[in-house]
């Protein structure tokens, strides 16, 4: 049984940063891409960040770009996103998922966590 277990939300002030982990269980983690969408109140998901397999490659959404740092750690099966200069608008349930696919659509994924809030405050 797969199961992606996120780590490390809560609040903090506008500004400030975050640390999210994933840990993975019951899947060859290494031959999965990682990565991390979120959904805002109100919102669709989107997507955030992915690392390939190797982490050889990331990816980044426009708007956490320069801002957010995924990394992973094959050894230990988890993912991580640092988060800094956060803002209110990053305010989300922020989802770890697992992908073999070379693109990141919502519906595409094959395993997804059940979420960690992100709450940011102005």
């Known amino acids: 049984q797969v199961q992606l277990v996120e780590s490390g939300g809560g609040l903090v002030q506008a500004g400030g940063s975050l640390r999210l982990s994933c840990a993975a269980s019951?899947?060859?983690?290494?031959?999965?891409?990682m990565g991390w969408f979120r959904q805002a109140p109100g919102k669709e998901r989107e997507f955030v960040a992915g690392?390939?397999?190797?982490?050889?490659?990331?990816y980044y959404a426009d708007s956490v770009k320069g801002r957010f740092t995924i990394s992973r750690d094959n050894a230990k099966n988890t993912v991580t996103l640092q988060m800094n200069s956060l803002k209110p608008e990053d305010t989300a349930v922020y989802y770890c998922?697992?992908?073999?696919?070379?693109?990141?659509?919502?519906?595409?994924?094959?395993?997804w966590g059940k979420g960690t809030l992100v709450t940011v405050s102005s």
């Open positions: 019951g899947l060859t983690f290494s031959s999965y891409a």
């Open positions: 690392i390939s397999w190797s982490g050889g490659s990331t």
């Open positions: 998922v697992a992908n073999r696919k070379s693109y990141w659509y919502p519906g595409d994924m094959d395993y």
